[in-house]
């Protein structure tokens, strides 16, 4: 060996085929990119057949001598009988993963979809060597799943997305309740775009399961400094291959990565079935959550103390490409937000159990305004597991910015949000009774008969106007205007 000579490192990309109850199957075939061997096209491997160095049809495809690096493995031929719903994944083979294993989920072709259990399609991306060491110097990146945390010291670290049928509402709850939150040590002023903190964050692309049968639920990125004494931080997704028209997604944050003055819990959100991608990019979103107002927006109105301030980008905003979540026809539902705050703020009213009574605004741009029009406070309840916090849950008709503020103590009493949507819209979060308005996580259709228990949001009046027809007299001109 001379000076001039180089070392090779290599290691071995273990991939299998597994169906629901983790059964090897076999006969599948993948291609991996870019070609280890160093072919100008992808590598070909067949299970027990070409590429495939354990030479048996078992399940179990093994490639050798492959160099340390970044690789797309892809299932491009299926067995029979099966579906494959998440067909491509990242791997990286190096020094924390020189013998690792790729799992993709097959789906039998007489499940239904619809009422599946909760599943991981496919085994969760890789970071690369270069995300790894500036997540682990800079970030102090670390994995949070209900009350534990690990820190992030392996390609194989991040969580992967958990899956299941949209009809079985439990196993979605399951899904929703195991999936974890990356946390990152680092923070983004909120003037910040949205790709610039994609591409600092260096997240892998999360392949999705592409069937509206399914709900994904997808793992959060958080960059705060320190949740327990910062109020303000950026909550994103990894960058995602695709929107799957119709599909619903769920992206929950754990909650040892809410700051302790507020932050975003969880984003439900589905695309209307008929409505597509613009171009073929990587979609994501990314939320800045503070506790303050920019200097730039004005006040909210009503004398309302600003509780949390939200912003949601994609990045069809940016650039015009990707999917629109700026119209509200894109939408199958209305997007929900579920935020948490701390029981009984300072100068705001609450309820009996201390929640805030809250008021959320959507931004207009139009007249540099806050309004209420369109969106609505579902419901505001006790933190389940957090004695001092609240979640208060918002509906609002597409992505922008939004204020969620509390009424001043100063004002008297008197609760809850402000609804400038007429009657029947379903925006209220207390009462059952029959009619449009208070009908429970915004459950009223039509009608605006009776209030059935307790009214809430209740009506604020901001104007009142009225003319005086002749002092009172007794003048036609003034009935014919009433």
């Given amino acids: 060996m001379t000076s001039s000579d180089s070392i090779m490192y290599t290691g071995r990309i273990n991939i299998e085929a ?21 072919g100008n096209t992808p590598l070909t491997v067949i299970d027990g057949g070409t ?22 493995v892809t299932m491009t031929g299926t067995p029979s009988g099966y579906n494959v719903l998440g067909n491509s994944t990242s791997y990286t083979v190096g020094n924390t993963q020189i013998d690792g294993t790729a799992v993709f989920r097959l ?20 970071l690369n060597s270069t995300t790894l060491d500036t997540w682990q110097s800079s970030f102090n990146a670390i994995k949070i799943n209900g009350t534990n945390s690990n820190a992030i010291s392996t ?34 002023a909120s003037a910040t775009n949205g790709t610039t903190v994609i591409n600092t964050i260096g997240a892998p692309v999360y392949h999705m399961p592409q069937s509206s049968d399914v709900v994904a639920v997808v793992p959060s990125i958080v960059a705060t400094t320190n949740p327990a004494t910062v109020s303000s931080e950026t909550v994103s997704t990894p960058p995602l291959d695709s929107i799957v028209p119709g599909q619903k997604m769920i992206i929950p944050v754990s909650q040892l990565a809410i ?13 209307a079935s008929s409505v597509s991608s613009v171009g073929n990019p990587t979609n994501w979103f990314v939320i800045h959550v503070d506790n303050t107002l920019s200097t730039s927006l004005p006040a909210l109105p009503q004398s309302d103390k600003l509780a949390l301030y939200i912003q949601v980008m994609y990045p069809y ?116 009774g029959p009619g449009g308005i208070g009908a429970g996580e915004g459950a009223g259709s039509g009608g605006s008969e009776g209030f059935g228990g307790i009214l809430l949001p209740q009506l604020k009046i901001e104007e009142v106007s009225y003319d005086i027809c002749k002092n009172n007299t007794a003048d036609h001109s003034c009935w014919n205007r009433l």
């Fill in 18 to 38: 597994r169906d629901q109850n983790n059964n090897l199957i076999s006969g599948a075939t993948y291609a991996i990119s870019p070609n280890p061997n160093g």
């Fill in 51 to 72: 590429n495939d160095n354990d030479g048996i049809n078992n399940g179990r495809s093994v490639v050798a001598s492959v160099p340390f690096g970044s690789y797309t």
């Fill in 107 to 126: 789906i039998s072709t007489s499940t239904s979809l619809s009422t599946l259990g909760t599943t991981v399609i496919t085994t969760q991306p890789s």
């Fill in 155 to 188: 390609f194989q670290s991040l969580p992967p997305i958990i899956s299941a049928g949209i009809n079985n509402a439990s196993a979605v709850n399951t899904a929703v309740s195991s999936q974890a939150t990356v946390q990152l040590q680092t923070s983004f």
């Fill in 259 to 271: 700051p302790a003055t507020g932050g975003i819990k969880q984003l439900n959100v589905q695309s």
């Fill in 317 to 432: 905003e940016e650039t015009g490409q990707g999917f629109n979540w700026g119209n509200p026809s894109n939408f199958a539902t209305p997007p929900h937000m579920t935020l948490q705050l701390p029981k009984n703020p300072p100068g705001v009213t609450v309820d009996s159990n201390g929640c805030p009574s809250s008021n959320i605004y959507i931004f207009d741009t139009v007249h540099n305004s806050w309004t209420t029009s369109g969106v609505t406070v579902l419901s505001a309840v006790p933190t389940v597991g957090n004695s001092n916090a609240c979640d208060v849950t918002v509906q609002m008709p597409h992505f922008s910015q939004f204020a969620l503020g509390g009424r001043s103590t100063s004002l008297g009493g008197g609760s809850s949000s402000v609804s400038s949507s007429p009657g029947g819209s379903g925006g209220g979060a207390v009462g059952t």
